[in-house]
């Protein structure tokens, strides 16, 4: 047996291997193993004492703790702060304690552990009490905490382990046996874990930096502790795969997460995972550097990095995007390092990158579970998921881990494999895995309260779910213990009541409810002598009271299985309450049932009479507890406690007898005396009291140090000594204030309470007025003043050590009231040694003890046995724990409490009626709703008598109303004389109208709500009807026939669409084609008139007369096109005939050449041809093209659906038009009866035919007319309904049936009567128009007929005669015509049922395989996908091994066309050397001397490359063999200088080839690299190509067997094949045999095409051989041809050459001969050298055209300006000739007048602006002249001329 360390240097070398084998991630794999073993590593020269020593200075540590923790009894909040300062401390060692610290670390032995005893936490007991630690011992544990995460972990086969509260439960699944590990912080424990070897297992704790501890198994001793990871509690632990590593997260505030080298006891790496809540922390079972962390609104990705600081945590927060952010409670680590996560609304998301990749649900878009997914594995290949839906999925691993999101939505449909649903209303949390070998079995948390056994492997032989153990879920709210026997019950608000027997440690029944249960007590044996009652309140007010008995004592039926220990049954129900129900008490006698509850009330209840109400009192507040006085109060009172600081008691209720309480209205008790205490804080006080005393006591102690120092200071210094004491005192401080007194707003909650003496008790509070108990005593009444405005004070307290922030929250007390039992917030419990001798309650003396969780453990119940010997106590944490109580005498071992025998005749008893509706009404309720009830039946039956009054008067109205119709006119009395008020009638009819309106948006919603709904109806069931069932019925005969119930198709039949020549045109495309030839049209015309146009352009440009030039252009192109088109033809001659020679060449077969034809044959012989086996063998090759899929199949199906679909539909269409049929023959059958019945009118009787009878429509022939209503069809309707309810026997509602029925038919036929055509209408008329003629003539008088008459009238009766028959023949005609009709198509249709019969036999066996074909489709799609990618890789490889082979032949060839320059350049310099040259030895030397030359350096690898290949090829040409004997020669000559009598231009010219030769050498250099590398390639691709050929094969042959194995499948289904007797022709001994299995079913068409292929085979063997015969003749005749012709041309041949000779004197080339012709360019340039001519010249002339124009326009400017200039000289001059005149005028005129005109300024003025203007115009033209005269001078536009207006005063 191996040692822990041996396991772990195992598990060392594993993990060196598989590091060596990832290098990419060495680096940081190392720095992690060395982090890990950083402390592992223990040095060579160390002892075993060395570790002895480090392991005591542990213990001593430990030792020191312990009794650092014995000895303290402070509260929680010292308890905190000091471990926050040691935890500082430890946080900031000092350098010599780091020094220690890592010598301990490296001295812990693998063979260490801790002592169990020392670490555990123990009870804490008063010192000096001498209460023994041991007073209570945990015996069993009933509850599981069930909602606790991964609170299910199984340590082997047989053990599982759970936390319960501060214990940790070992249980062994098959002998039900509990171990206990206790809390060692005594604060709880946060989560549990274990190691993936099973050897060890985490137990991580809660409270103020709590620890954990990892427990060696199965040995439970303590291994590691670790320190420091968290500061209040641990949220999840997790090992890695190899279980060297510990992730630990801590909970709130701080959510630490840690790595711990946890066999060292040191952290790795810390940091903190989020901000939020962390519910999860695992390593990647791959890989050991990765971990995930999953919590409220968040996932993140971690890993282990090392930086150049070391190595750290790195997280990454994982982005929901667009998708919803949600709590992950469940994921799965995928080995390719993405994470599959669950969500909230049940959907899986898979998370790639940081990112979600796509969302995974259901088809349909529904979710992968309804709720939460709780946990996600992989298990062998497949992925689990763990729902609180209570399902368990399997999904295909390859699905999930390829899937991504095909649309925008993100969202992909995915379908489980399996799936399991374990149980209604099952919420699975969590699943572990058990080892047995051959079985899947795994252990499921509950969250409902169970754990179960699920067999997951999905076979035949699957076990069911199996509930292992079942437990309360939540809080469990109520404890009763039998006063009898060891029996404990149960409630909680789980819907359960529970049974179990605590001192056998068996749960023994339970029942559950529809709503929970809220309080709970034991009926008292002065009720139920044999204590098998138990009382229940519920949270909808109801109480039930149960009975307990044993089912063994029944008498036992044959058949009957298993009998349990107990069974519960249902005794009473009743509702008193209309709220949750909180407390149950009985009186001390047992006489009155007290139930209390939060709607404020007490309700009592008298015992002996079943449960008889007595009536209820309302409370201030809701009813936390009841309790009655006991024995020793002379009164029997009972004490109500109120959560709002009420404290009542009330009397014993006066019970009334039955007759009294008829008729009370309510059972509200008024006249009851209540007393009342309203507790006031007291609290501020009592601190400010013992304040006081604090300082009281040190004001004394104070003084008597004064006073001796006072002594000491007189008898040392005297009266000095005294002015200094006093100057001391003056010094001294004032006193601090004390504390003020502070009452909280809001009243604290009163928690429990109990009586002390008689009107007085003690109450225990929350809040702030927590830390006493409260002695309290009722005032005296007061009845003028309110309950709610009293504050009273209790009168007394006791001081709760430790309880400032945990209040006592239940109370009880042994039986002999020497202790009490107390149930903290905390979940502690905490004894009380109680004196008996002092009354007082002196609570010094305790025993506390932490037992259920500490943060959400409140204890809700506590309770004795019986006897004392047992404590039970219950929490809201679920758990349920059973403690021995300590006692001198030990207890029995084997303790079993007795189930009470079964009442005489229990098993008879009718069940009482349950009241399972929380909304019933309540006692009270009821008996007021039967009150209100009565009074309402009193106002109606007032109502009914003014009614009938009413009634009275209308009749006697209608009345006078008839005797005043009977009175004659004028005595009548008008309508409106009996209006009273018209205004009156006018308003009921608005109030009427109003009313209506009022009714109408009333039933608006309803009136919608019903058209929806019958709007959903008919898309449920009519829309998806194509057409329904028509039974179309024979006249005469009872045949029928019935139409199909087509549904429109299904979604495999495609309906066809029809070819675009077979489908008619729309009118749209035809307007659009139309539109279309009209535009085309439009365009041809625009075209036509653009051709005709350019026509006309080209004429005009065809008739102008051509100069020189063009005509010169035009002949020079002219002749060469006609030379170069005669040297074009003659090309094209010779093309076309090397064409025809090579078509006849590559037409000419070779050798081996092959037939297609046969080639085909041959292929179709050897796969139709030879012994083939048939589909069931099982070396079966499916050949190609009879190979099927999903896809194929699907579409087969799709065509059966359409093709019956089609006939159907034909059918139903035959069928339709015979119903038209018969309603066209009845309506003739009606005008032919209306004929017949006129002319029988005319007939005498006797001569009268039976009238034939109408036929009737039924109403199957008319389905569509059940959904035609009108008014009367609903007002029958109504009619109908009101009768139906007012029948009473079964034959009257029969009766009403019937008759509606026969209404509607009536009503049908009487419609169908109403379907008449225009014929019937013509018909009609003429009837009637014969009739009217008939009735005229017999209008006449009968008067004696005269012979003309009688003849007449004897004609018309043979007519009429006639006629009748005729009619009457004519009905049954048409009436026998139709039912032949039917008769014809009912024989067809019998025939299509027959064939649709087997269509859908077909159908079936299709979706089989379609569904088969779908299962094997995932499979075959990925091999086929091999197939064709190791197909394609193939043919790339081998198209690049054929691109190689090419590049080779061509650079082979380019080192032949390199060898042929090299021998080229030789030549030539040996030729340029002539003979006997002196100096040629000398310069083939230069020639071939090696030079190593500069190589140009295109990229620096090449180079290298260059310089360091020196190798030699064997392909070197035999110049450089050559060159090589003569190397040695090479250090004799220089061959820098040419040497004398040398020519130096055969020197220059060796050298010049020197250097041509030496490229030539390199090119073949590198061209012979190339091509070695093309053969290393092309030998690479080769050895690819036959590995890739075998995977190919192996692909094949695995696809292969796969279609095999699918073809095998697909015959293992049936097909059903409908056979007749005659169609067996298997026969043994001339009869059927029983078993057909062995046989083949063949179509006769079959048969007889094989048979008549033997023949064919015949016959076209015979031909065969005879075209072989004549081929061979055929191919002896063509050898001998081919010899003849080839003589033939070697003959012409020869004849040809010698022409040639003769006339060319030499053979030469024919063809270049013919293609000989002119110089192209040459004629082309010349060409376009004239065209460039002619145009330049054209240029030139038109240049010269614009200048004449342009000095034309510049001669004609010059001419106007020249003009303007003699106009200006002539107003000069005038001007001039003005001036004169006007001084004239001024001097003649004198001084007649002193100063000027107004005329004469103005006309000056005038003159002064013209002048002023002609002067502006003349400098402008003077500029614009210049401007004319420069070149290129630009013209400004002329100068206007003034306004007519202003030139008039210049003519005056």
Not at 155 to 169: C, E, K, M, R
Not at 557 to 578: E, W
Not at 998 to 1004: H, P, S, T, Y
Request: glycine share 6%.
């Amino acid at each position: 047996m191996k040692e822990p360390g041996d396991q772990d240097t195992d598990g060392r070398r594993l993990d060196r291997s598989k590091s060596d084998g990832k290098r990419s991630q060495g680096s940081l794999k190392a720095a992690l193993r060395s982090a890990v073993r950083e402390d592992n590593k223990v040095l060579e020269d160390a002892t075993d004492e060395t570790y002895i020593e480090g392991g005591e200075s542990h213990l001593e540590d430990d030792d020191y703790d312990m009794e650092h923790l014995e000895g303290s009894s402070s509260s929680f909040q010292d308890d905190y702060m000091g471990n926050i300062g040691d935890s500082q401390n430890m946080g900031a060692p000092t350098p010599a304690s780091e020094e220690a610290e890592e010598k301990v670390k490296k001295k812990i032995s693998e063979n260490f552990f801790y002592d169990y005893t020392e670490l555990v936490s123990m009870p804490f007991v008063t010192p000096d009490s001498n209460i023994p630690l041991d007073l209570l011992t945990l015996v069993h544990s009933f509850g599981y905490d069930c909602r606790k995460r991964a609170n299910l972990q199984l340590l082997d086969s047989n053990t599982v382990t759970y936390i319960a509260g501060n214990q940790l439960i070992l249980l062994n699944l098959k002998t039900k046996e509990q171990m206990y590990l206790r809390s060692i912080s005594g604060r709880g424990i946060g989560v549990i874990g274990v190691h993936p070897d099973k050897t060890y297992f985490t137990v991580a704790e809660k409270g103020v930096f709590p620890k954990i501890i990892i427990y060696e198994y199965p040995s439970l001793r303590p291994y590691r502790i670790l320190h420091d990871g968290t500061e209040l509690g641990y949220a999840y632990v997790d090992f890695n795969y190899n279980g060297t590593l510990l992730a630990s997260v801590g909970s709130n505030p701080d959510y630490t997460l840690t790595i711990w080298n946890w066999k060292e006891e040191q952290p790795i790496l810390r940091t903190k995972a989020f901000s939020q809540e962390v519910f999860k922390v695992t390593f990647n079972p791959e890989d050991d550097e990765q971990l995930t962390t999953s919590g409220s609104g968040h996932i993140k990705f971690w890993e282990m990095a090392l930086t150049f600081t070391g190595l750290k945590l790195q997280g990454s927060l994982g982005r929901f995007g667009k998708t919803a952010t949600t709590d992950i409670e469940g994921y799965m680590e995928l080995p390719d390092g993405k994470v599959l996560s669950g969500s909230e609304w049940g959907n899986m998301l898979l998370w790639e990158g940081g990112l979600i990749k796509v969302e995974l649900c259901r088809a349909a878009r529904k979710s992968c579970h309804q709720g939460p997914i709780n946990q996600i594995m992989l298990d062998e290949g497949e992925v689990i998921t763990i729902g609180a839906d209570g399902c368990i999925r399997i999904w295909d691993f390859e699905t999930v881990d390829t899937a991504d999101s095909i649309d925008d939505t993100g969202l992909l449909e995915i379908e489980p494999i399996n799936e399991l649903q374990v149980g209604k209303n099952v919420k699975l949390f969590s699943m572990i895995k058990m080892k047995e070998i051959g079985s899947n079995f795994w252990l499921a948390q509950d969250a409902s309260g169970a754990i179960w056994k699920l067999d997951l492997s999905f076979s035949n032989i699957t076990q069911d779910p199996d509930c292992l153990f079942s437990f309360h879920s939540g809080a469990v709210e109520a404890l009763a213990v039998s006063p009898l026997t060891y029996l404990m019950a149960t409630t909680a608000l789980d819907c359960s009541v529970r049974i179990y027997d605590f001192a056998s440690k068996t749960p023994l029944a339970q029942m559950k409810f529809k709503q929970g249960g809220t309080a709970l007590a034991w009926v008292p044996r002065l009720v139920s002598y044999t204590g098998a009652q138990i009382i229940v309140g519920f949270e909808d007010g109801v109480v039930r009271i149960l009975e307990l008995y044993d089912p063994k004592g029944l008498t036992v039926f044959a058949g009957r299985k298993k009998i349990s220990d107990a069974d519960i049954n249902l005794r009473q129900v009743f509702k008193p309450h209309t709220a949750r129900v909180t407390a149950l008490a009985y009186e001390r006698d047992g006489e009155i049932l007290a139930t209390g509850s939060k709607d404020q009330t007490v309700f009592f209840f008298e015992v002996e009479k079943d449960y008889k109400p007595i009536g209820y009192i309302t409370t201030p507040g809701p009813v936390r507890q009841l309790i009655w006085s006991s024995n020793s109060h002379p009164d029997s009172t009972l004490l109500i406690i109120c959560e709002n600081g009420y404290v009542l008691e009330t009397p014993f209720p006066t019970i009334k007898e039955e007759e009294e309480n008829r008729d009370v209205v309510s059972y509200e008790i008024k006249d009851m005396h209540i007393k009342c205490f309203h507790f006031s804080s007291v609290k501020s006080k009592i601190l400010r009291l013992i304040e006081i005393e604090k300082r009281k006591t040190l004001k004394k102690l104070k003084e008597k140090e004064k006073e001796e120092r006072r002594k000491q200071l007189a008898a040392e210094k005297g009266e000095d000594g005294e002015k200094e004491l006093q100057a001391e005192e003056e010094e001294e401080e004032q006193e601090e204030p004390l504390p003020e007194i502070f009452i909280p707003s809001t009243p604290c909650r009163i928690l429990c309470g109990f009586y002390s003496e008689p009107g007085k008790f003690w109450v225990s509070l929350g809040g702030y007025d927590a830390g006493f108990l409260y002695h309290c005593e009722f005032p005296l009444s007061d009845k003028s003043s309110a309950i709610t405005k009293k504050k009273d004070e209790p009168f007394d307290f006791r001081l709760l050590e430790d309880t400032e922030d945990n209040p006592i929250q239940t109370i009880t007390f042994s039986i002999h009231q020497d202790m009490m039992f107390c149930g903290m917030q905390n979940g502690a419990i905490r004894v009380y040694i109680l004196n008996q001798d002092n009354p007082s309650l002196m609570i010094e003396d305790y025993w506390h003890f932490n037992i259920h969780d500490n943060n959400y453990g409140c204890i809700k119940g506590i309770s004795t046995s019986f006897d004392d010997r047992f404590l039970v106590t219950t929490g809201a944490d679920s758990n349920i724990f059973v403690f021995t109580i300590f006692s001198e005498f030990e207890l029995k071992k084997d303790i079993r409490a007795k189930v009470p025998s079964p009442r005489f005749g229990i098993e008879t008893e009718p069940i009482p009626e349950d009241i399972e509706d929380p909304k019933a009404y309540s006692i009270e309720n009821a008996r007021r709703k039967r009150e209100h009830d009565k009074l309402m039946k009193e106002v109606e039956e007032i109502k009914a008598g003014k009614r009938e009054k009413l009634k009275a008067l209308r009749n006697e109205f209608w009345k006078l109303l008839e005797m005043n119709q009977g009175l004659p006119k004028h005595m009548q009395f008008k309508q409106t004389d009996f209006d009273i008020d018209s205004k009156i009638r006018a308003e009921i009819g608005r109030k009427t109208a109003f009313k209506i309106q009022q009714v109408e948006k009333e039933l608006a919603w309803e009136k919608e709500k019903h058209q929806l709904g019958l709007m959903k109806l008919q898309n449920r069931f009519r829309e998806s009807l194509e057409s329904d069932t028509i039974v179309v019925h024979a006249i005469q005969s009872d045949h029928k026939i019935s139409s199909y119930r087509l549904v429109k198709p299904s979604k495999y039949s495609k309906s066809k669409r029809t070819s675009l020549s077979d489908r008619r045109t729309s009118k749209m495309e035809r307007f659009e084609k139309e539109g279309a030839g009209r535009k085309d049209s439009q365009k041809d015309t625009d075209g036509r008139i653009s051709v005709e146009e350019e026509s006309i352009i080209e004429k005009g440009k065809k008739f102008r007369p051509k100069t020189l030039s063009e005509i010169i252009v035009e002949n020079q192109i002219e002749k060469t096109r006609k030379l170069i088109l005669k040297a074009e033809r003659a090309q094209l001659k010779i093309q076309q005939r090397k064409k025809e020679w090579e078509d006849l060449y590559k037409s000419k077969p070779q050798d081996d050449f092959e037939d297609p034809k046969d080639v085909q044959a041959i292929k179709e012989a050897q796969l139709y041809m030879g012994d083939f086996n048939l589909k069931t063998a099982s070396d079966y090759k499916i050949p190609e093209h009879m190979r099927i899929n999903a896809a194929k199949k699907e579409e087969e199906l799709g065509h059966l659906d359409s093709v019956a679909h089609s006939k159907k539909k034909n059918m139903n269409k035959c069928i339709l038009s015979l119903r038209d049929l018969k309603v066209a023959v009845i309506e003739e059958i009606q005008c032919l009866v209306q004929e017949l019945k006129d002319i029988q009118s005319t007939l005498h009787v006797s001569k009268h035919i039976p009238i034939p009878q109408v036929p009737q429509i039924h109403p199957e022939e008319v389905p569509e007319k059940r959904f035609q209503y009108d008014e009367e069809t609903l007002l029958n309707f109504k009619r109908q309904q009101m009768k139906i309810q007012d029948e009473t026997s079964s034959q009257l509602e029969q009766g009403g049936s019937a008759g509606s029925g026969g209404g509607f038919l009536r009503l049908s036929s009487r419609k169908d009567g109403d379907l008449t055509t225009r014929d019937s209408l013509s018909r009609s008329s003429k009837a009637s128009a014969f009739c009217v003629d008939t009735a005229k003539l017999l209008e006449f008088e009968k008067a004696d007929p005269i012979d003309i008459e009688l003849e007449i009238m004897k004609r018309d009766e043979i007519k009429y005669l006639y006629m009748q028959q005729y009619l009457t023949n004519r009905i049954k005609e048409l009436i026998v015509t139709f039912d032949a009709e039917l008769r014809v198509l009912r024989h067809q249709k019998l025939k299509l049922d027959t064939q649709m019969k087997l269509s859908d036999l077909h159908h079936v066996t299709l979706f089989q395989e379609m569904l088969l074909l779908k299962n094997f489709e995932k499979q075959e799609n990925v091999l086929q996908e091999r197939v064709n990618s190791l197909d394609k890789e193939e043919q790339d490889m081998q198209w690049k091994i054929n691109e190689t082979l090419k590049e080779m032949e061509e650079k082979k060839n380019e080192i032949a066309k390199l060898q042929d320059q090299e021998k080229a350049l030789y030549a030539g310099f040996q030729a340029a050397l002539g003979e006997n040259n002196k100096f040629a030895n000398f310069l083939m030397k230069v020639l071939k001397k090696r030079i190593k030359r500069v190589k140009k350096k295109e990229v620096e690898g090449d180079a290298e490359e260059d310089e360091d290949s020196d190798e030699s090829s064997e392909e070197e040409s035999s110049l450089e063999s050559d060159e090589d004997e003569s190397g040695s020669d090479d250090e004799v000559f220089d061959d820098s200088i040419c040497p004398t009598n040398c020519d130096v231009g055969l020197f220059e010219l060796a050298l010049q080839l020197r250097e041509k030769r030496l490229d030539i050498e390199e090119a073949l250099v590198e061209e012979k690299k190339i091509i070695d590398n093309l053969k290393k390639e092309h030998d690479t691709l080769s050895k690819k190509v036959k590995v890739v050929a075998t995977n190919l094969n192996v692909a094949e042959e695995a696809l292969e067997a796969y279609q095999r194995e699918k073809q095998q499948r697909l015959n293992e289904l049936l097909v059903v094949i409908p056979l007749k007797l005659h169609q067996v022709e298997h026969v043994v001994f001339g009869e059927i045999p029983n078993d057909l299995s062995g046989t083949l079913v063949f179509s006769n068409h079959s048969l007889g095409r094989l048979q008549e292929r033997i023949i064919q085979l015949h016959e076209e063997n015979s031909k065969q051989q005879k075209l072989n015969k004549e081929c061979r003749e055929r191919r002896k005749q063509l050898i001998r041809e081919k010899r003849e012709m080839a003589k033939t041309i070697s003959k012409m041949e020869e004849t040809v050459h010698q022409l040639m000779v003769s006339k060319f004197g030499r053979v030469i080339d024919l063809e270049a001969l013919q293609t000989l012709s002119v110089n192209t360019t040459l004629e082309e340039l010349k060409i376009k050298k004239l065209r460039k001519e002619l145009t330049n010249a054209k240029e030139m002339k038109m240049w010269e055209e614009k200048i004449a124009q342009v000095r034309w326009k510049l001669m004609m400017k010059t001419k106007e300006h020249t003009k303007k200039l003699h106009q200006m000289n002539d107003l000069c001059i005038e001007k001039k000739k003005l001036d004169s005149r006007l001084n004239t005028l001024q001097n003649q005129q004198g001084n007649a007048f002193q100063g000027p005109r107004k005329a004469d300024i103005v006309a000056r003025e005038k003159v002064t602006e013209l002048i002023q203007l002609q002067a502006e115009r003349i400098l402008a033209l003077k500029e614009e002249i210049a401007l004319l005269r420069k070149k290129g001078g630009l013209i400004l536009p002329p100068i206007q001329p003034p306004q007519e207006k202003e030139m008039k005063p210049m003519g005056l």
